[in-house]
């Protein structure tokens, strides 16, 4: 239900140290969240931009997620184990 809905909105980009920001180290980190409570998770932009500095509103790639964070494979794993956790 929205009433319950506890939603955390996250850049990765700022979440995590420089050689962390990566969709392992969400993934490492869901548990964590969960304990505090989010059951929902907003990721802002991960679609691909020129350049690496921003916040990748850039609309130049709409769907194409940004390697940056990872493999396209590994935002699909981070995806199933958000649901898996609920």
Same mark, same amino acid.
């Given at each position: 239900?929205?009433?319950?809905?506890?939603v955390?909105?996250?850049?990765?980009?700022?979440?995590?140290?420089?050689?962390? #920001?990566?969709?392992?180290?969400?993934?490492?980190?869901?548990?964590?969240?969960? #304990?505090?409570?989010?059951?929902?998770?907003?990721?802002?932009?991960?679609?691909?931009?020129?350049?690496n500095?921003?916040?990748?509103?850039?609309?130049?790639?709409?769907?194409?997620?940004?390697?940056?964070?990872?493999?396209?494979?590994?935002?699909?794993?981070?995806?199933?184990?958000?649901?898996?956790?609920?």
């Amino acid at each position: 239900a929205k009433e319950k809905l506890v939603v955390y909105k996250l850049l990765i980009r700022d979440m995590f140290d420089a050689p962390n #920001r990566n969709y392992q180290s969400l993934i490492d980190t869901l548990s964590y969240l969960k #304990r505090l409570g989010i059951n929902a998770i907003e990721l802002m932009p991960v679609m691909e931009f020129n350049g690496n500095e921003g916040w990748g509103y850039n609309p130049t790639f709409m769907f194409a997620p940004d390697k940056y964070y990872g493999t396209k494979n590994k935002l699909k794993e981070l995806i199933d184990r958000c649901h898996q956790e609920g």
